[in-house]
């Protein structure tokens, strides 16, 4: 038996263990899919947004609205500063003004101090640590690119601000960044729209490999997946998202949690190979490191839309 098909036997043995025995059918069909492209030397590849789907950025608007409460509301409004301070993570909706209102906070003045406060701070590599992973997420993750998929995370954080933040933190938390067989692609620019950017970037994904799957938070984005990838799994996954979202367009299916039923073990990594044909031994040409540049939209992103970067 050839070398690459006993890396392939490994591979599926690895990612039959009891980390993947009890997830979400969807889950579970991604992972066959992807295992099953590998197989023939397809290249599956799985996109991933960041805010809102593989990391929860709530933990990072409650910190930046806690500072705001302590540097300038307590000095003017010391109850209103009390009730921010009081607010945990499950507090925080998508917008500013919809958190503090639901604490009796109506004073369009607090309010807009407060957004300007959050829009200086939130787009920055200093804030992002304080995100959290998806509860699962990582698992699932690290086991897909153990069976063979190349993770692609496409997120609207642009490079101006938010670059190193970005991999320090999907390094930290476990997610393979920055090694073979994944990569990150943000905006090159803040003004860049989240939708638009989506799309012209699944223009360039085409052509690099088999897309299995997309995820995403916003039903915008998973829209433009579905359009761009039809014959792909395009999964939305719930959780906080804009104001007015598009209806989602047939074949969206919809997640709740990356979650398993049983208690796991996080994945090891495993860098694969792609099997080699023993009829031809080529080398593959080797995949561009950057997307074509982008003219940046002239819409940018809504602030105190906190949740909104994807």
């Known amino acids: 038996m050839r070398l ?3 890396m392939t036997l490994i591979f599926g043995i690895l990612a039959t263990g009891p980390a993947l025995a009890a997830r979400a059918p969807i889950l579970e069909q991604i992972l066959s899919d992807v295992r099953e492209s590998y197989a023939k ?3 599956p590849m799985v996109i991933f947004d960041v805010d809102g789907t593989l990391l929860d950025n709530r933990p990072r608007i409650l910190k930046i609205l806690t500072e705001y409460a302590d540097q300038e509301l307590m000095k003017v409004r010391p109850d209103e500063a009390k009730l921010v301070k ?11 003004s919809d958190t503090f209102r639901s604490i009796g906070i109506t004073d369009a003045a607090i309010i807009n101090n407060a957004t300007v406060f959050w829009s200086e701070r939130f787009f920055s590599d200093e804030y992002l640590n304080y995100d959290t992973p998806t509860p699962g997420v990582v698992d699932y993750v690290r086991t897909l690119y153990s ?6 995370y496409l997120t609207g954080r642009d490079t101006e601000r938010q670059l190193l933040g970005t991999v320090r933190a999907l390094r930290a938390y476990g997610f393979p960044v920055g090694i073979q067989g994944t990569e990150l692609i943000m ?11 989506k799309q012209r970037v699944t223009n360039y994904l085409r052509h690099y490999g088999l897309v299995v799957a997309t995820f995403d938070n916003e039903p915008a984005n998973i829209n433009v997946y579905r359009r761009a990838f039809g014959n792909s799994l395009s999964v ?3 959780a906080p998202h804009s104001a007015n979202p598009p209806p989602l367009l047939p074949g969206v299916v919809k997640l709740s949690s990356f979650e398993p039923l049983v208690t796991t073990t996080v994945a090891p990594i495993n860098i694969v190979e792609p099997p080699t044909s023993e009829a031809t031994q080529e080398t593959p040409s080797p995949e561009p490191e950057t997307i074509p540049a982008s003219a940046p939209s002239a819409e940018a992103n809504v602030a105190g839309d906190p949740l909104g970067v994807d």
């Open 86 to 96: 009081a607010l945990g993570v499950t507090d925080v909706q998508y917008r500013i």
């Open 41 to 43: 030397q397809e290249r």
């Open 147 to 152: 069976t063979g998929a190349k993770i692609v």
């Open 4 to 6: 690459a098909q006993i």
């Open 187 to 197: 905006k090159p620019t803040a003004g860049t729209q989240n939708a638009m950017f």
């Open 236 to 238: 939305l996954f719930e």
